[in-house]
């Protein structure tokens, strides 16, 4: 009985057996098999004619073997073809693995091929040990290209018939032949497939209930087992979703399922076809679900909305929610949508994009082209680096319908655009405008409080980030972006806090710890700073810009060959890095090895011709080999790249100078900077021209130059002109030899690099031929220094000097 029973479901799956089927008892089958047998023997004269009947795999399997045996021998190959594997395998499967792989009714030739055709994968229970002989092809849907040469095959030339039928087949082959037999000659004359495809997807379920679950579980992005359950109701709902998850149209990922998009866009044409009111009130239930879900976690937990978009399931709940609202009322939620563009910029680009895509899914699936045309418009900027994502934040500003709290936010990031493009002016003002709305917009606060930076506003700039600071303290980025102008300022004790106070409170964050990092290597701490490029590393092994910095530190600490390799694998993570190639051509600078350091300069210049510093970076190289005509060329490009940059200027009076033209290195010289590195230097610059020059206030600058030093020094040896060296040359070049000794002293104690020490020797020199320096300390500190400085290997020759 069992058997029976089982044998005649199974032939309720084959197509056109099922009304027989339906007419046999199978108690009766069951109880007559024996009189079956008995008649067949009595009736067939021939027993193998019985046997045929009763065993008909085992007496026509061989014969079938034969006949493809002599056709191969007479073809050189046979194909055999089985289409609809999914439900023709269930009888197939075995018999075809007998006759393939276990030979059981004789071997076939080589020349045979089998060619099976279905929406499932083969069985791993039949299969499994032969899966090294299969090879799967999988079947896409036409690209565009081909669906047209099959419509224009079909004698379709009008454009506006042909788009419409490739949106409305999803260009599935079947459906695109479908439509084109009709042969429509207007848009009005295209019939809707949708029908017809959900037959083909469904056309072996017969149970209406079934067919109902799948209809409405197409209509969220993704399904569990819970929204199942709300969309078929709670009885049966476990039973549903496992049977849908087997569905072929449907991608199950550790039970999160997802439909097939072809799939997908033909049932949702359906049913917003079918019953609108259906249609809305299933979106509306799928809106409140998520909202509900998002509102249960959110209660209790004081974290700010900024906060909360940090969270990924947060996020992923909250796009979920605005899809259905936009599905059931696309004009009406419409600007909540919009106004949440700008929150999802404001996490990151990778999450707008993700709101584009689903503004612009939900306006194809809603058939609402404004939501379509919002959603393309943002993917479109999104992919253009040029303009940005600044004009669609000006098109929201202009007519998004946004609340004051949300046309600040966008005042705010379009200003934070008009910063990535060095518009300075702009982004004041669109920042200034933000606060105007909102004047309790932390980011806004910030980001003024930045470019005012830039403008060498140092102290509005630190009362920006106060404020900041005052009104959301557990906020990373005003300490960081306030660490990196006391750095700028040369406060290195406040900017150390700032960074450490960000680290603490955004300890994956990668941008503090290697701003922290490149503030170690500035005071010569260069093991903390390695320690905090390691854990950037870690945190990012694939940012070619962590291991550049690595690099720089190894090179100013002396280890070359751990800098050339960091710079290395810099270049092999992205060889469009810019910087990558700068800190590398630095590192064959420092080395000597002047070629190679040029060839890195000219391909970073290639990679980023607008860099001022790289321009510095070649100059400084050329010098170094004695060609100063070359070196003066790319500092005059770096010049009118940077006109207002302090530094730039101050390499090129420098040049001036070694060359002899005091004037022009005077016009470098004179403008004056704000408190700082630079400043200390270009006062000591000045102090050299107007000593060579016999001016009589060369002594002041030197003494001006001497106090900017020592507010800025903390005892680190930081480079060339880094502020113990040059505090200890200056000393020198003021006679005051105690203290000169007493800074020389804190120097070796920190151990520097051999080239560092030369570089210093060559500083020294220089010293004592413009300032016309005694022989005798001067020769006790020369002796200390090259004690120390051969103690190591040189790493790097004097640079010549005209």
């Not at 076939?108 to 039949?126: F, I, Y």
């Not at 209809?215 to 709300?230: K, S």
Request: include cysteine; charged fraction near 25%.
């Amino acid at each position: 009985m069992v058997a029976t029973q089982v044998g005649l479901a199974g032939l309720g799956m084959v197509p056109g057996a099922g009304p027989f089927v339906g007419a046999v008892d199978p108690a009766q089958v069951a109880l007559g098999a024996d009189r079956v047998r008995s008649v067949f023997a009595a009736r067939f004269r021939n027993r193998d004619d019985a046997h045929l009947v009763l065993s008909p795999l085992q007496v026509l399997t061989p014969l079938f073997v034969r006949a493809v045996e002599e056709a191969t021998q007479r073809a050189g190959r046979v194909v055999l073809f089985f289409d609809t594997y999914e439900y023709t395998g269930t009888f197939l499967d075995t018999w075809l693995r007998d006759v393939l792989i276990e030979a059981r009714y004789g071997e076939l030739p080589v020349g045979v091929m089998v060619v099976t055709s279905g929406q499932s994968r083969l069985s791993p229970a039949v299969w499994g040990d032969h899966l090294d002989l299969v090879h799967e092809l999988e079947l896409e849907v036409f690209t565009e290209a081909e669906a047209r040469q099959l419509l224009g095959a079909k004698g379709i030339q009008d454009e506006q018939v042909i788009e419409v039928i490739l949106r409305l087949s999803g260009r599935l082959p079947v459906l695109v032949h479908l439509l084109a037999e009709s042969r429509p000659a207007s848009v009005e004359d295209v019939g809707d497939p949708s029908g017809t495809a959900i037959e083909r997807f469904l056309r072996w379920e017969s149970a209406p209930a079934r067919r109902a679950a799948a209809l409405a579980c197409a209509l969220p992005l993704e399904l569990d087992e819970d929204i199942c359950r709300l969309l078929t109701g709670e009885e049966g709902g476990a039973e549903v979703f496992d049977w849908l998850r087997r569905r072929p149209f449907v991608t199950d990922r550790s039970g999160r399922c997802r439909y097939h998009d072809v799939v997908r866009d033909a049932m949702l044409r359906l049913q917003r076809a079918q019953s609108p009111q259906r249609w809305e009130r299933l979106h509306i239930l799928l809106a409140d679900t998520c909202a509900r879900r998002r509102l249960r976690e959110e209660q209790g937990d004081d974290r700010t909305p900024r906060q909360w978009w940090q969270e990924q399931w947060w996020r992923e709940c909250r796009l979920r929610e605005t899809y259905h609202r936009l599905c059931a009322h696309p004009h009406r939620a419409l600007p909540a949508a919009l106004a949440e563009l700008l929150h999802a910029y404001a996490h990151s680009p990778v999450t707008l994009r993700r709101w584009a895509q689903t503004l612009y899914r939900a306006g194809r699936d809603a058939d609402a082209p404004a939501l379509s045309q919002w959603g393309e418009e943002v993917l479109a900027a999104l992919e253009s680096p040029q303009e940005g994502i600044a004009g669609v934040l000006s098109r929201l500003l202009a007519d998004g319908k946004l609340d004051s709290g949300d046309r600040a936010l966008a005042h705010a990031l379009r200003g934070r655009e008009h910063h990535d493009v060095r518009d300075v002016e702009p982004a004041l003002a669109d920042y200034t405008a933000a606060l105007d709305l909102d004047p309790h917009l932390v980011r806004a606060h910030v980001g003024r409080a930045w470019m005012q930076m830039w403008q060498g506003c140092s102290d509005d700039a630190l009362a920006g980030f106060a404020r900041a600071i005052e009104l959301e303290p557990h906020q990373a980025d005003a300490y960081q972006f306030r660490g990196t102008t006391y750095t700028v300022m040369g406060r290195y004790g406040d900017a150390l806090a700032d960074y450490t106070r960000a680290i603490e409170l955004a300890p994956g964050a990668i941008v503090p710890r290697s701003n922290r990092g490149g503030l170690y290597m500035r005071m010569g701490r260069y093991e903390e700073a390695l320690t905090d490029y390691h854990r950037a590393i870690a945190l990012a092994p694939d940012s070619s810009s962590s291991h550049s910095a690595r690099g720089r530190v190894y090179a100013r600490s002396g280890r070359f060959e751990e800098a050339l390799a960091d710079h290395d694998h810099a270049v092999e993570l992205d060889a469009h890095d810019v910087w990558a190639y700068a800190m590398r051509g630095e590192a064959y600078r420092y080395l000597g090895r002047f070629e190679e350091a040029c060839t890195d300069f000219d391909r970073a210049i290639e990679l980023g011709p607008d860099y001022s510093l790289l321009y510095v970076g070649r100059g400084e190289t050329h010098r170094l080999q004695g060609h100063y005509e070359a070196a003066l060329a790319d500092l005059h490009r770096a010049v009118e790249l940077a006109p207002d940059d302090g530094w730039t200027k101050l390499h090129r009076g420098r040049l001036h100078r070694l060359a002899g033209r005091y004037d022009d290195a005077l016009g470098d010289l004179l403008p004056q900077g704000r408190p700082g590195p630079t400043e200390a230097w270009r006062r000591y610059e000045i102090a050299l021209v107007r000593r060579v020059t016999n001016q009589s206030d060369w002594e002041e600058e030197l003494v001006r130059s001497e106090r900017l030093y020592r507010d800025l020094c903390v005892g680190g040896f930081t480079g060339r002109t880094g502020e113990s060296a040059m505090l200890f040359i200056i000393r020198c070049a003021l006679q005051d030899w105690t203290k000169a000794g007493q800074t020389l002293e804190s120097i070796l104690r920190a151990g520097p690099a051999a080239h560092r020490l030369r570089q210093t020797m060559d500083d020294l020199e220089e010293a004592v031929a413009v300032f016309r320096l005694p022989s005798e300390p001067v020769r006790l500190l020369r002796r200390k220094l090259g004690r120390q400085a051969s103690s190591s290997p040189s790493t790097m020759p004097g640079g010549p000097r005209p």
